[in-house]
């Protein structure tokens, strides 16, 4: 069994980057919920995003579920984001060791935009009114260590997107593999994510009342117009991880990913850490696509770990480039106990 397994998931690794469709940049556009593809953990962020072989414990629910595989007791991470054009992101996480059973997650993200003022053709000005809009990601996550060197994870995410009085809601599911050869130091990372149906909005603001007739009796006809279905942004990645330098608790660990885009053209990162006496981490990555308008780039970060008895707790911080847009800033917060 365990040698079926392992053939299994090394063909997986092999062939899923060459049997996926190429990103293409006539996709641009095509696809919605793209929220589910903002990162919620900084040390992942400050190595580029290439962390799909190296990612450990609960963070690892976004990158690759399988990594949560070694998850020991319970972890507990919080993450604070400035993005892009003053949207900000908040992400809470959860994972808790079950034995022999496995692991289990809870995870919620939650993308603010602030409030907007209310304009219509008939008062271009402004209405007075305001409204909101929030984007909400909640995820149920599994994962488990199929075999010594083979561990497995699942996510499954609710989306919910709110626009004024419009909705669009999801799901999509993401699977993973990591597997680690006997080569030392050296890891191998498959992810599928943001696979599901597509969405679509709706709400009162898409009905309206046509008038007809002339004179002071004019007939009125409700009109209701539809919202148009879009793809959820799907994508497989490909990622190694090799650990080049160990020398007792210090360690210089290289990352890189491939991933295959059905909603853009294909992307590739790189990213390394550096650990001290494994409680001081520096980190730094860069993201590339051959798209014109990707406004990612390089990223950089530190992280601090701090025992404490039985707790563990960690402080992650990353920089990012973003464009024409300010950097991002980002604050991660783990527990482990």
């Known amino acids: ?59 690892a629910w976004f990158w690759n579920p399988a990594g949560a595989a070694n998850v020991e007791n319970n972890e ?18 959860f994972a808790r060791n079950l034995g022999s059973a496995g692991v289990i997650g809870l995870s919620a ?16 000005d402004g209405t007075g009114e305001m409204f909101s809009t929030s984007f909400v990601v909640v995820s149920l996550s599994y994962a488990r260590t199929l075999t010594d060197r083979v561990s497995f994870g699942i996510n499954g995410n609710y ?22 050869p006997s080569l030392r130091g050296l890891a191998l990372g498959l992810v599928v994510k943001n696979y599901g149906p597509t969405m679509k909005f709706d709400g009162p603001d898409f009905g309206q009342t046509i008038q007809s007739g002339e004179g002071s009796n004019p007939s009125g006809a409700e009109g209701r117009s539809q919202g148009a279905s879009f793809e959820l942004p799907s994508f497989i990645q490909f990622g190694v991880a090799w650990d080049a330098l160990a020398r007792g608790k210090n360690q210089l660990r290289m990352t890189t990913s491939y991933q295959s885009n059905n909603f853009s053209e294909d992307e590739f990162r790189i990213g390394s850490e550096w650990g001290l006496a494994d409680q001081l981490f520096l980190r730094g990555g860069y993201s590339a696509s051959p798209r014109g308008s990707y406004i990612y780039g390089l990223s950089a970060g530190a992280g601090l770990r701090l025992p ?23 604050f991660t917060v783990k527990v482990r106990f």
């Open 159 to 180: 989306v919910s997107e709110q626009i004024f009085r419009e909705t669009a809601r999801g799901i999509a599911f993401d699977m993973g593999f990591i597997y680690r």
């Open 308 to 330: 404490w008895g039985g707790t563990v707790t960690t402080l992650d911080y990353t920089w990012a480039e973003a464009g024409v847009f300010d950097s991002n800033h980002f």
């Open 109 to 124: 993200k939650v993308l603010s935009m602030g409030d907007e003022p209310v304009y219509t053709t008939t008062q271009p």
């Open 76 to 93: 507990l991470s919080a993450s604070h984001r400035t993005y892009i054009a003053g949207i900000t992101l908040d992400h809470v996480s």
């Open 1 to 59: 069994m365990r040698t079926v397994a392992k053939v299994v998931i090394l063909a997986a690794i092999v062939l899923a980057p060459a049997l996926s469709s190429a990103g293409d940049s006539r996709r641009l556009g095509t696809a919605g919920a793209l929220e589910l593809l903002i990162p919620t953990d900084a040390r992942g962020a400050a190595m580029g995003g290439s962390v799909n072989a190296a990612c450990e414990g609960v963070d």
